[in-house]
């Protein structure tokens, strides 16, 4: 239902409401009325046959025969006994108002102009179009008994001491696993041993990392075991096969300078090889033979084929060119370097103070610098596997926890669940907010180290913002679909009257 339309059911709503009203109070008048003048005629019949019995005593005691209907019907009554007009009078003021006024708005014509008399009905009677019709609709008590409905239906579930705990132990074993598992990256160089310096501090590095780290020397080297040597294979396959424009890994390749463009950071420079904007990026670079590259100082520049040196392959069909991204991804996971973790290419772009040094006494860094050093010392793609460590347990503890206290089917869910969904959504998006506050203690622990930062569990907790907001939207949307049908029934009832 449109607006337009919605709010013309409430305008003739209201002026029926009131019409119902007035012959309601119009037909309580009447029945009121009819039940005095019944108890007075009552009374006046039994004071009527006292006197009836009254004058027969007294014909009977005088000895004189009492006249009949037929004798009394011809005789007069004496003027002096007759009513005056100032006595009529007083008895027609005493008599009872039996009309019953109703006006009623016509609907002979079109709707329009039904709608129009509806307008003039509501002034004239000064009803009130502003508010709530709802609430000048109904009584109190079926008021209450619609928000008990809403609040079945769509009201927000509270939280008790378990959902609570459940948050709190969620967000301890989040904290710990970050503290003690994600820790910070380890590079090649460092793999092998316990500790990382920063600051000339040694910190602990983290063991998942190292250990993907020394898988991936495998599979590079070929000395690992026969899997590991085939997934070798595959990625020198796809090495040669996905040789992509923008790949361009310093300034001899280019006629002209990016700032910063180094064999260990073009991927980082690159949005192609971003795990998840190399899809967009990577594959529009391949089809127009271009290379995109962010410089240290946040600056976006295309390098066209003819600012190149060197053939470039060109690439015409879309699936063809995606394929290839994906077999070039492939092809530089297991390296040295590997690949960046996901949009933090991107976060180049932002070239601010961040306030953040990474020598002792030395200078703030700005953003892109700062991206350039964490991704030197090992926050690459694997590292955020091993960061997804801790917000995948949340989501794995928080949603488990839910089901266990849900699945009853004759607890009420909500139209659609949504108040399960609503309730489960906040859960989680505490768990993720209070899990990133965390991680602003352990930064603090590992000496304020920015590769402490943990990147997967920013991303998640901004996607579950997002999820929460979605699930806002589809419960209003849910209120108003319900709102809508109920309005579209009264208005199919108003043109039926």
Known sequence: MKKKDQRNAERVVLSQDYQIQQLSSGLDSLERQRRSVSSANADQSASLTDLDTAMEQLYTLAGLARPGEAELADSDILKSLQLTSAERQLVDAGLPNLSLTLEIPHAEG???????DIDRHLGKHALALEGDPFEQLVRPQQMAAVYRRFDEDFGAQPWDRWDYGAVGLTVLVGALLDYFLVAIPQTMKTMNQDTVLF???????S???????????NISSGEGSAFQRWLGDQAKAAERYAKVS???????????????????????MNPGHDPVLGVVFGVIDILRGNCTLIDRFGAWNVITPEIRTGDVTGVSNPVEALMMVF????????????????????????????GISVEAHGAPLQMPDLIRHMYGQGYDLQHFMTMSIVPMTAEAMIRTYHWARTYDPETPHGVAGIRDKMKLGKMITATHALLSASN?????????????FNWAQILMLSKQLFTLLMAAHERDQLVEQQLVEGWEQVLQGARRL
Do not use: C
């Open 440 to 452: 602003i203690i352990k930064m603090g622990l590992y000496g304020w180290n920015p590769s402490a």
């Open 327 to 354: 077999a070039h991804l492939f092809s530089d996971v297991f390296t040295s370097t590997g690949l960046p973790a996901p949009f933090m290419t991107a976060m180049q772009s932002f070239n601010v103070n961040t």
């Open 207 to 217: 063991p998942v990392t190292a250990w993907m780290r020394q898988q991936s020397e």
């Open 110 to 116: 079109d709707w329009d102009a039904y709608l129009a």
């Open 199 to 205: 600051k000339g501090e040694a910190y602990r590095g």
């Open 246 to 268: 923008y790949d361009i890994s310093n300034n001899r390749q280019i006629n002209g300078e990016i700032a910063g463009l180094r064999p260990a950071m073009h991927r980082l």
